[in-house]
Nanobody, 125 residues
Framework: QVQLVESGGGLVQAGGSLRLSCAASGRTFSSFAWFRQAPGKDRDFVAG????????YYADSVKGRFTISRDNAKNTVYLQMNSLKPEDTAVYYCAATPAIRSTATMKAVVSYDYWGQGTQVTVSS
């Protein structure tokens, strides 16, 4: 059974930090990403990583503040979020695919076959 299990969300004050985790099981994936969705808005790309080689991609809105990484031994992807802002408030979703996504396709929702259940991140001002 394929599973992506997220953890690490919560409530934090502006300027604070959180680390999200996404533990994958059930099959091998080549590309992972984090997306987020605020109420009434589309699901937007936040960060992505290729499992082999560790190439990373970021949305402009989080560059320099968020870092995506992976732990091969634990089959887990992380999203370290620093200098959080109220506009970062959203449900954050982990996504994965066995395909190797390119720069052009890494940021598209339709590029991913598997999704986690989502974890709420709330940043207070």
């Amino acid at each position: 059974q394929v599973q992506l299990v997220e953890s690490g969300g919560g409530l934090v004050q502006a300027g604070g930090s959180l680390r999200l985790s996404c533990a994958a099981s059930g099959r091998t994936f080549s590309s992972f990403a984090w997306f987020r969705q605020a109420p009434g808005k589309d699901r937007d790309f936040v960060a992505g990583i290729r499992w082999s080689g560790g190439v990373t991609y970021y949305a402009d809105s989080v560059k320099g503040r968020f870092t995506i990484s992976r732990d091969n031994a634990k089959n887990t992807v992380y999203l370290q979020m620093n200098s959080l802002k109220p506009e970062d408030t959203a449900v954050y979703y982990c996504a994965a695919t066995p395909a190797i996504r390119s720069t052009a396709t890494m940021k598209a929702v339709v590029s991913y076959d598997y999704w986690g259940q989502g974890t709420q991140v709330t940043v207070s001002s």
